[in-house]
């Protein structure tokens, strides 16, 4: 494929208009595992690590050239409330090397690039590390209201009887742990069950959601068997025993397309069509990328796999259509780069369900959409499967919620040199009415 020049001489300008442009030296990921399996006993900190050090030894980098580390975690940790500064101060970067946490759920990596490469565009760094983890296997869990107030009194308690005292009144209820909430607060509904309503407002049918998940899992195997994913994602040696993890384990060798339709709806028991088949598993896992501006990555000799183009965040009412972000961010990722969607060579969008991917698919091309929820005269543009996930994506590998960005930005970009295209597009859906997009080159 002919490398495109659409906007080349916009992509010089760099990001947003700036000079100097932002570059993706390397990325890598730990295989991603679904809940309490390979990585049941690993925490979300553990695993950031794991993918840091490996990212520093494989990029051949010095610690010492780091100048700032942004990362992310949804599923907050007790023990270690500040990932960022843990994983520097447990991976061999100089301890003066500062660091900060970012959340913005399932697009947390992403926005942890975007926040690291405002930083080497503001100049006040030149190399930094981004990206999210998360342990699906490490809840985090509390007490209840009554138990903890019973706790801070009894621990300032003096006397026997007020240490009595200080636990009268609770109920066997009480003393139960309180789980992280699965429910928007703004909606009352679980991610599926938002996933579900799109379904049913969309039209968006069980054979087609079932249909795209088997893609999904097809072109995942087919990835991992022709080894493109190797080089991101590194083998992992879980302790106790050390045992190897060096895929992930999720992705269906042999996806049988009839196996699907035996599911059971997970939401709505009765008329639903969200299934354990079509969404995304609850996964443990970490990505990391490694970004210069361009001057310091030619300095060290550093050939990046590639450039940020553009990106843009976005917000709607998570009480209409809740996982639409894509369909918000993406026409202003494309804006903010000078492109249109037939421009770039590859889209990656996340998978937090097949009902979500194929509503965001119909709304690029809708003109109903464009106009009423975008104030544009033409929607996006169709979407052309053949340039689409075309490596699978969450639904197969799984979705450790803060390492997907990174992950997404990586095979992206790794993708595009193998197909000799130049320009992808990477979007994302988040919890809350959150939408993400990115704008990658190569070039």
């Not at 900190?45 to 993918?51: I, K, N, S, Y």
């Not at 690029?364 to 464009?370: E, G, H, M, V």
Request: proline residues 5%; hydrophobic residues 45%; aromatic residues 4%.
């Amino acid at each position: 494929m002919a490398k495109k020049t659409n906007g080349a001489s916009n992509s010089r300008k760099g990001l947003l208009g700036h000079g100097g442009r932002v570059a993706v030296v390397a990325g890598l990921r730990t295989p991603f595992a679904r809940q309490a399996t390979s990585f049941g006993d690993v925490s979300a900190l553990d695993l950031g690590r794991m993918a840091v050090k490996e990212l520093i030894e494989r990029a051949e980098i010095a610690p010492k050239e780091i100048d700032t580390v942004v990362f992310g975690q949804v599923l907050p940790s007790l023990s270690a409330p500040n990932i960022a500064r843990e994983i520097v101060l447990g991976t061999g970067i100089p301890a003066a090397v500062e660091a900060y946490s970012v959340s913005r759920a399932c697009a947390t990596s992403l926005q942890a690039i975007a926040s690291a490469a405002e930083s080497i565009l503001a100049g006040t760094a030149r190399v930094a590390i981004a990206g999210g983890a998360d342990s699906t296997s490490d809840i985090p869990m509390t007490v209840s209201k009554p138990l903890a107030k019973a706790l801070l009194t009894l621990s300032k308690a003096k006397t026997v009887r007020d240490r009595i005292a200080a636990l009268n009144g609770l109920g066997l209820g009480d003393l139960l742990p309180v789980p992280p909430a699965l429910t928007e607060p703004s909606t009352g509904l679980t991610m599926g069950e938002s996933a579900e309503k799109m379904a049913q407002e969309n039209g968006i049918n069980r054979k087609d959601q079932d249909d795209f998940a088997h893609r999904s899992h097809l072109l995942a195997a087919k990835a991992w068997a022709e080894g493109k994913l190797d080089d991101e994602v590194l083998r992992a040696y879980v302790p106790p025993d050390f045992g190897v993890v060096a895929r992930d384990n999720n992705v269906r060798e042999e996806s049988d397309r009839a196996s699907y339709d035996k599911l059971r709806p997970a939401f709505d028991k009765k008329f639903g069509t969200i299934t354990a088949g079509n969404s995304s598993p609850l996964t443990d896992g970490a990505a990391a990328v490694l970004l210069m501006n361009e001057e310091k990555a030619k300095a060290l000799g550093k050939k990046p796999l590639g450039y940020l183009r553009s990106w843009a965040f976005t917000g709607l009412d998570p009480r209409e259509q809740m996982l639409m972000g894509p369909s918000y961010a993406a026409p202003i990722a494309l804006d903010r780069a000078g492109l249109k969607l037939g421009d770039v060579d590859l889209i990656d969008m996340h998978e937090a369900f097949a009902a979500q991917v194929l509503s965001n698919v119909q709304a690029f091309s809708s003109r109903k959409f464009a106009a009423e929820k975008l104030g544009r005269q033409e929607p996006l543009g169709e979407i052309d499967m053949d340039k689409f996930n075309v490596l699978g994506g969450s639904i197969a590998m799984g979705h450790p919620f803060a390492a997907t960005g990174a992950r997404m930005v990586t095979q992206a970009l790794r993708e595009l040199h193998r197909r000799g295209g130049q320009l992808a597009l990477v979007t994302l859906c988040a919890a809350g009415g959150l939408g993400a997009a990115a704008v990658l080159e190569v070039q």
